[in-house]
């Protein structure tokens, strides 16, 4: 549990069930161990509690690490707690969650999802920056498929997002590995989704492929949906049957 809101940085109450205890129907196993981890310090619950998280619903405490679980984990640097819920790291907490869960009904199989800084890659001259890099595996398929993923919380003006995706376009040139991940940019509405689409698939010739534009509920099935894209798609069906 420490290791995973580490990655996240924060981890709501609902990631933290979805994602470690799915099987339990109490809610009280995990809430005792959150309780304990917070009174030893290795974890720290944040004052404000975020209501209903991205879903609605009841108010969920958020969780970052305590100075007990930075020692822990031998974190460079001194101790520093943030005192503000940082609503883009839920976000990609939401994504893996929606991984996870799409898992637990044997819809794919999460191969890998990593966070940044970790995720961050030079190549050739351009640096990228995802939030996340992930591959899942469709086993009606037997392939795996490997994504970039880009959290879009409605922010950032068109011409940022175009300057990312001219950036991957490059990268995909330099790319000296198989396969090059597709660029997944998930937005918090069909409205925003449809303004990124046309930014991402406004570029030259040829880099449509490369782009997926997805709202939270429709994740999973555009993940692994069957549109022709071949970017980021290998045959490897003896990881996917693991």
Same mark, same amino acid.
């Given at each position: 549990?420490?290791?995973?809101?580490?990655?996240?940085?924060?981890?709501?109450?609902?990631?933290?069930?979805? %994602?470690?205890?799915?099987?339990?129907?109490?809610? !009280?196993?995990?809430?005792? !161990?959150?309780?304990?981890?917070?009174?030893?310090?290795? *974890?720290?619950?944040?004052?404000?509690?975020?209501?209903?998280?991205?879903?609605?619903? %009841? %108010?969920?405490?958020?969780?970052? +690490?305590?100075?007990?679980?930075? !020692?822990?984990?031998?974190?460079?640097?001194?101790?520093?707690?943030?005192?503000?819920?940082? *609503?883009? %790291? #839920?976000?990609?907490?939401?994504?893996?969650?929606?991984?996870?869960?799409?898992?637990?009904?044997?819809?794919?199989?999460?191969?890998?999802?990593?966070?940044?800084?970790?995720?961050?890659?030079?190549?050739?001259?351009?640096?990228? !920056?995802?939030?996340?890099?992930?591959? @899942?595996?469709?086993?009606?398929?037997? $392939?795996?498929?490997?994504?970039?993923?880009? #959290?879009?919380?409605?922010?950032?003006?068109?011409?940022?997002?175009?300057?990312?995706?001219?950036?991957?376009?490059?990268?995909?040139?330099?790319?000296?590995?198989?396969?090059?991940?597709? $660029? +997944?940019?998930?937005?918090?509405?069909?409205?925003?989704?449809?303004? *990124?689409?046309?930014?991402?698939?406004?570029?030259? @010739?040829?880099?449509?492929?490369?782009?997926? @534009?997805?709202?939270?509920?429709? +994740?999973?099935?555009?993940?692994?949906?069957?549109?022709?894209?071949?970017?980021? $798609?290998?045959?490897? @069906?003896?990881?996917?049957?693991?």
């Amino acid at each position: 549990m420490i290791d995973l809101v580490a990655q996240f940085k924060q981890l709501n109450t609902r990631h933290i069930r979805a %994602s470690l205890f799915n099987e339990l129907a109490s809610a !009280t196993p995990p809430d005792r !161990t959150l309780r304990r981890l917070v009174e030893q310090h290795y *974890l720290a619950r944040l004052q404000r509690r975020l209501v209903g998280g991205s879903h609605g619903g %009841s %108010s969920q405490h958020v969780y970052q +690490l305590g100075r007990a679980g930075w !020692t822990l984990l031998d974190k460079p640097g001194a101790f520093w707690a943030p005192r503000a819920i940082n *609503l883009h %790291s #839920l976000g990609i907490a939401d994504c893996f969650v929606a991984f996870k869960q799409a898992e637990q009904r044997d819809e794919l199989v999460l191969l890998e999802f990593i966070t940044e800084p970790e995720c961050h890659a030079s190549v050739g001259p351009v640096q990228l !920056t995802p939030d996340a890099r992930f591959e @899942v595996g469709d086993r009606a398929r037997g $392939v795996r498929i490997a994504y970039w993923l880009e #959290l879009d919380r409605g922010t950032e003006h068109r011409s940022v997002i175009a300057e990312k995706c001219s950036r991957y376009w490059k990268a995909l040139h330099n790319w000296q590995q198989e396969v090059f991940p597709t $660029v +997944l940019f998930v937005t918090p509405d069909l409205q925003r989704a449809q303004q *990124l689409a046309q930014t991402a698939h406004g570029g030259p @010739v040829g880099s449509q492929a490369l782009f997926k @534009v997805a709202i939270l509920g429709d +994740l999973v099935a555009t993940c692994i949906g069957t549109d022709g894209s071949e970017e980021g $798609v290998r045959e490897v @069906v003896d990881v996917v049957d693991r």
